[in-house]
């Protein structure tokens, strides 16, 4: 099976979400109040009180071919919000 | 008699905290307001200074200045964006100078709240009527600017450029702070009429808390505020100029229709605050969203970076003397 | 005079508040109160209404109908669940009825509070005991309901069926909610008896905030319990009726016991909404731990999402008029 | 080196942490507050204030021969109260 | 009359609510105070003991016995850790030592408010000045505690063991919590220099809760002294005894130099217990970062395991009979 | 591509952060609030008041060679502190 590391901003999590219910995914995890630093530049909690948001990481644990689906439906938003998505393999306990 | 004013707004706790914070970032103390206790001080403020305007609202009744006032407000969260965003223009591409313009024609309501605080402490009565003008000068502000970029962008955008007006008005007029101020104002305004006992338990909450509150929440704005500064100094000299000059042309054109409008000292320089004063909460947000294109470390930090300590520190005394100046010369 | 203490319920600021969080909702504004924020006031209105609790009871003493209505109070916590469980069982099966039986046994200390308050806007007097009646009106509902769940299950249960009565009785008895209540209350009886000073100088933080608290937090409660109003459609007709009906059932039932007690009206109405609310905070935990294959979204959305906003708008009036008319008809 | 994400409720997160001491895993790393959707529906922070809990992700690092030990002690948990369990490559840095 | 101070002490809602945290942690409730609550409540009785400590220190002026006494705190703060690191080297390492040994030359803010609300339970006065010897005993205990470790250490530490001073005074002096109480203080003396008006409107905040938000911190503070004092256990007899020792030898320093001072019982109890009290916030931190040789579980453990729970319920009316008998005989 | 996981106290976060900016990295990823358990004990939340600090989970996505100026800055400042950091496999989505 494949692990999906999304890490997106808070703001867009609601659309991501819907992208991987789209694509089929049996679940998926969600860490919010992350920060980080990328090519758009840093992300702080600082201005929390803002409605502004800090980052989010998703994780999302599936087959090869949901995989498929995901990537048609969240590399849209990737390219226009930013944001970073990797895959890797993991195996069920 | 100016620098009187700056030194008494000066040397009064919610000031002097929000120093405290700018302080901490520059001499690298690792105080911290951790999140979300911010967000803690920020809902309740929007709470009561959105119950205690329902209050004096219902007592003070919707007549006389009131209409006019709040129509002119809302004028101008119209007409300050399209000034600025012709300013900007200058040296910036549309995105950007559509979503600083948004920005300013928005309102900062901790300033408001501050210039109010600074108002009780000069005995100068205002009313509640004003909480109403800055409720409804978030979402004019957005959609203008949004109207900006739509006009402005040659580039090609996400749906072929389509704006999805459904979910910009929604962003305009449901974000969090504007529903919870506007909620709080007409729950103050319902209780008042019904249930005056039930006021009278609201108060120790929203009323007597209300100044430390204050002053705790500018405790965290002067760090954030500092912490921006340093992204202001990279965006160059013109966005710091615009940063202090547009509130101010702001300012001695709200002055004037203050004037215009016959309101007292005490709205007026309210009114002066609402004009001169850039959002940091509301416009944002929507343009994180909607405007993914324009760079938010340029209207954050304008906004927030100089605007909002600019007018917390010198703007309000300094408004309030064009005000005894321009509007009320006896007051 | 029913549809006038209805009114007089929901134009106060508690009820008004917890509206704007339910709209909020409807109309997807993303108003959010972020965790652990609620927590805070959770944790505090149980902190305050204990301590009150204990002053009084200090001041009251415990004789009269103390023990009594403390007695008949434990009584139906342990009754309304078998009745529930009755009734449940006739569309669900064991694991669900159970959990959900104990979640109505049991009760909402957030209701009681705003009960509280409806009773000091309408000027009636109450006593402090009835806060013991609420604290001790958790566990016995949790032991029940999972007795139940021994009896009425046949499938396989992990360790053969075993239940961990420890384990229960810790969760029963040691939930955090409950142990800050009843804690609370004992050291505002201990106080009260030999620190008036220190009493004295607590009121400002457990007194006079309550009001103002008890209005942040049912905002929150609004959003919370609207987001769980959808997954109860889901749950169907029998659910959402027994959600409306059971707590009626139980209202008239606590009505004659306490008129049996000789209750004045204001705690004959606090023994009606203890009876009548159902409790979405130690009892879902607790059975979420000890009984997993009951489904969550039933439990608590029957208790949350229904039952909590009709005792909150209209089933706090409804029971003052019922008290009105069986056990203080001169009140 | 192998890599485990656990990802369970709060609520079980001391049972779990007692079965990856009893199976010898030289640490773990804890993430609260995590939120997510699998099988048995949706968790959300929004109940946070009633002891109801989010979830949490749990991660160890450690030898193969631990997770074996780790697989009979969490096995039993997943099954009963719902969860998720990935196992992965990974290296010290 | 020691004892009958003791149980005054004990039965009053902040040492009540400390024993609530501690018992939760012994029968295992769930009841927990999630972060970063805690620190709202820690932040905020610093903003507030520093303002107050700062408006008194504007009326009192400072004279008399303000700066001997301050000098004479600051002495403490030095002279402590020094006897401290003799008695700790004992049984345990140069690094272990030296951490310990700058904890206890510190002071515990919490402490401190404890026996301010003691005090004022008591009606006894003190003053604002005390305020500023809390705020200028952390730094210094710091700076010796690195100087002896940098003595002490024979071991390779990196950079080849050349301390870098810079970072460690700027840990010392601009502390989080070293900063936000000496800002609160400044803030407070020239607040109320300049305007009566504002220190008027803030004193509901950080006057009026302050007495409940300690009983509410002091509830945290007993579930999180209760899980250390576990530690402790694992530490041996020897800390153990150095926990309750030390703060009884350094409380008898602290009485004699009170007497030399003059103070009245007040400020002389104040005194005391800061020689007594030991740092768990300033300290640890400022350990942790320069010394993370030694073992924080030591180090935190002694100081808020055991020294701060027996400050809290004995040491305090201790130190009182104590200054009752050797300051002041006829107080 | 590969994956660096570092699981460290949030008291050193900084002069992690410094580090990874130093070794050229594309971007990080912050999630603080972390607790667990490791060889210097147990780290928990508990004294979130006294800045003390819980232990922050940093992910960096970059390429091999970054990891190696990477591993320079970093292994000194483990060493002296204690956290672990662990290398996976992992690809853009
Ligand atoms: N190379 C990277 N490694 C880890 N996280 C990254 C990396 N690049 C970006 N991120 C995360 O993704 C977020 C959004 O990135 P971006 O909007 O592309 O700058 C950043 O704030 C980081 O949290
Ligand atoms: N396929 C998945 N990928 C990532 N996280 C998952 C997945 N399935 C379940 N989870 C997480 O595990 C939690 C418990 O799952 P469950 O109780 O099995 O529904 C969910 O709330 C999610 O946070
Ligand atoms: N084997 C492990 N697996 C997962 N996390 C670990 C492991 N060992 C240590 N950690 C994490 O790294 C932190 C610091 O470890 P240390 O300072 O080496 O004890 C611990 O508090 C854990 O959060
Ligand atoms: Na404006
Ligand atoms: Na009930
Ligand atoms: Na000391």
Known sequence: MKRLDLIISERELDAVLKAIDA???PGYTVMKHVTGKGPHGSVSEAMDFSGLGANAHVIVFCQPEVLDRLRQGIQP???YYGGVAYVSDAEPL | MDTSLVLQNLLTPPVLFFFLG???VLVRSDLEIPAPLPKLF???LLLAIGFKGGLELQHSGISGPVLPTIAAAVGMSLAVPLVSFAVLRLKLDGFN???IAATYGSISAVTFITAESFLDTQKLPHDGFMVAALALME???IIVGLLLVKLASTQQRPDNGRMR?????????LNGSVYLLVGSLLIGYLSAANSPLSVEKMLPFTDKLFYGSLSFFLLDMGIVAAQRLADLRRAGAFLIGFSVFMPLFNAVLGALIARGLGLGPGNALLFVV???SASYIAVPAAMRMTVPEANPSYYISTALGLTFPFNIIVGIPLYMALVNKLVAPAG
């Open chain 1, 23 to 25: 694509a089929g995914s």
């Open chain 1, 77 to 79: 938003l990737l390219g």
């Open chain 2, 22 to 24: 700018v302080i901490a």
């Open chain 2, 42 to 44: 920020s809902l309740y």
């Open chain 2, 97 to 99: 100078a559509a979503a």
């Open chain 2, 139 to 141: 979402s004019p502000a």
């Open chain 2, 165 to 173: 007006w459904g979910a910009v008005l929604h962003e305009a007029m």
């Open chain 2, 274 to 276: 609402l004009c001169a």
